[in-house]
């Protein structure tokens, strides 16, 4: 089943072409059932881009997903035209006063500055706090991830010796949590980030379930036991030529960058890199979908609590 977006968006056409499955709204009314309400707040400098390799994701299931875009009101995107921006896109205080089944919280490029400095820390407090009675599970990605963790449980990030950019081998720790249900004991996701989180942290708050984790990476999935919130430190939606690109750009910058790690065949730059996470990658989305918000949501948003 599709996720139902505006027709005009240019995600749209990327992903018709790539054969997912995509329903524009005069379709979507038509069905005679209720979508899945969920909002991306993207905090991505190509939020482009980033779009669509969410809904590239979230497609990926049996359910009809009505997707609400949101960036922040205090931070001036640079690098997303304003035009796409006022098209597409709503600051989290038009929707407050609403409630949505899910929510995805992405990445940012700040994990170096402490929360505080970032410029839309007050706001992104605002949202976090009011997730809380408003959404039913949230799912955070790397920055997002966290900022979550610190917000809600007060667990530290801390600055690394040097970019972590790569595919990492995983293990998954508890193979009998529906949001790992059907993973492989091993899995590899790329990770892309200048900070980290230690799992003693973790361990010392018995609400949360540290679901897999990586030798070289660290903790990857965590989850509250109630599945309401959900914290992924990599970047499994990334395509394929992410790192790549990245890794350009930093060479670029003049930062001298480390090859991303069991990324190039052989290593080798001038080789073309191989996505060896997908399938893991819509597992987890997949996973989320269905275990931590369809089977649970209340049909009557308003009964959120």
Same mark, same amino acid.
Request: overall charge negative; glycine content about 4%; proline content about 7%.
């Given at each position: 089943?599709?996720?139902?977006?505006?027709?005009?968006? &240019?995600?749209?056409?990327?992903?018709?072409?790539?054969?997912?499955?995509?329903?524009?709204?005069?379709?979507?009314?038509?069905?005679? !059932?209720? &979508?899945?309400?969920?909002?991306?707040?993207?905090?991505?400098?190509?939020?482009?881009?980033?779009?669509?390799?969410?809904?590239?994701?979230? $497609?990926?299931?049996?359910?009809?997903?009505? !997707?609400?875009?949101? %960036?922040?009101?205090?931070?001036?995107?640079?690098?997303?035209?304003?035009?796409?921006?006022?098209?597409?896109?709503?600051?989290?205080?038009?929707?407050?006063?609403?409630?949505?089944?899910?929510?995805? !919280?992405?990445?940012? #490029?700040?994990?170096?500055?402490?929360?505080?400095?970032?410029?839309?820390?007050?706001?992104?407090?605002?949202?976090?706090?009011?997730?809380?009675?408003?959404?039913?599970?949230?799912?955070?990605?790397?920055?997002?991830?966290?900022?979550?963790?610190?917000?809600?449980?007060?667990?530290?990030?801390?600055?690394?010796?040097?970019?972590?950019?790569?595919?990492?081998?995983?293990?998954?720790?508890?193979?009998?949590?529906?949001?790992?249900?059907?993973?492989?004991?091993?899995?590899?996701?790329?990770? $892309?980030?200048? $900070?980290?989180?230690?799992?003693?942290?973790?361990?010392?708050?018995?609400?949360?379930?540290?679901?897999?984790?990586?030798?070289?990476?660290?903790?990857?999935?965590? $989850?509250?036991?109630?599945?309401?919130?959900?914290?992924? %430190?990599?970047?499994?939606?990334?395509?394929?030529? %992410?790192?790549?690109?990245?890794?350009?750009?930093?060479?670029?910058?003049? !930062?001298?960058?480390?090859?991303?790690?069991?990324?190039?065949?052989?290593?080798?730059?001038?080789?073309? #890199?191989?996505?060896?996470?997908?399938?893991?990658?819509?597992?987890?989305?997949?996973?989320?979908?269905?275990?931590?918000?369809?089977?649970?949501?209340?049909?009557?948003?308003?009964?959120?609590?």
């Amino acid at each position: 089943m599709p996720i139902k977006i505006p027709q005009a968006l &240019p995600a749209s056409k990327t992903l018709i072409k790539e054969n997912i499955f995509v329903m524009d709204e005069t379709r979507a009314v038509k069905q005679d !059932i209720r &979508p899945l309400k969920i909002a991306i707040l993207n905090l991505m400098p190509t939020k482009i881009v980033t779009e669509t390799q969410f809904f590239r994701l979230l $497609s990926n299931t049996p359910l009809q997903l009505d !997707i609400t875009l949101l %960036t922040m009101g205090s931070h001036q995107s640079k690098n997303t035209p304003q035009k796409h921006l006022k098209s597409f896109y709503k600051e989290p205080s038009e929707v407050m006063n609403g409630k949505f089944d899910g929510m995805i !919280i992405t990445g940012a #490029p700040v994990e170096y500055m402490p929360f505080d400095q970032v410029d839309y820390w007050d706001e992104l407090c605002n949202v976090l706090e009011w997730t809380k009675r408003n959404v039913y599970s949230t799912l955070y990605v790397c920055w997002g991830a966290f900022a979550g963790l610190y917000y809600h449980y007060g667990i530290p990030k801390y600055k690394l010796d040097k970019k972590l950019s790569g595919v990492y081998k995983h293990s998954t720790l508890i193979s009998k949590n529906p949001l790992v249900r059907g993973f492989d004991a091993e899995f590899y996701a790329p990770h $892309s980030r200048y $900070s980290g989180i230690k799992c003693e942290d973790i361990a010392k708050h018995d609400d949360l379930l540290l679901l897999a984790e990586s030798k070289e990476a660290g903790p990857y999935l965590i $989850s509250s036991k109630d599945g309401r919130s959900v914290f992924v %430190t990599g970047h499994c939606e990334y395509d394929h030529d %992410t790192l790549l690109l990245e890794y350009q750009r930093d060479i670029d910058k003049g !930062i001298n960058p480390d090859i991303p790690c069991n990324y190039f065949p052989h290593d080798d730059p001038t080789l073309e #890199p191989v996505n060896h996470w997908r399938a893991h990658a819509n597992l987890l989305y997949g996973n989320w979908l269905n275990y931590f918000v369809y089977q649970n949501t209340p049909y009557n948003l308003e009964e959120i609590l």
